[in-house]
């Protein structure tokens, strides 16, 4: 490698934007990135739950990450799904965008404990600190509740 970075001192990252402000989950979570496609919708969900969609025969529900943050819903015209495993659960989550396939160096990565006082920082396991802007970086797992994965599961076997 020309960094002089070992394999173990760096992961790959999928990184996207929400508003103007840039996201990553770790490659390996990712099965694909699809195209913003019609979502069939669930009553009595959470705000979040945009509904499920059938992926190649498959049922997979689709949450808005915008929703999820609180932020203002609004779509981008480059807006996409990111299919990931969250557990033992495969889902899509709504992005305003996917920007590019990263490599982040371990060691610009600050832990979320150094904003506890600022942000409940338990959706994140850190936020990497690069030249030119800050990537927070997501831990599934804690972005949604065990009952909120529960639910999930339950909408993907719906199907």
Known sequence: MTSGLTVA?????????????????????????????????????ARFMEGIINLRGNIVPVI???????????????????????????????????TEVLRISRDVVQPPESFRALVDGEFMTGVAKLEDRLIIILDLESLFSAGEQRAMARAGKAG
């Open 9 to 45: 001192e760096e992961f790959q990252t999928v990184v996207f934007r929400l508003g103007q402000e840039h996201y990553a989950l770790p490659i390996e979570r990712v099965h694909e990135i699809i195209r913003l496609q019609p979502v069939t919708r669930l009553p009595r969900t």
């Open 64 to 98: 808005d990450l915008r929703k999820r943050f609180e932020l203002e819903a609004e779509q981008s015209p480059e807006a996409r799904i990111v299919v990931a495993e969250v557990g033992d659960v495969r889902m899509g989550m709504v992005v305003d965008a996917v």
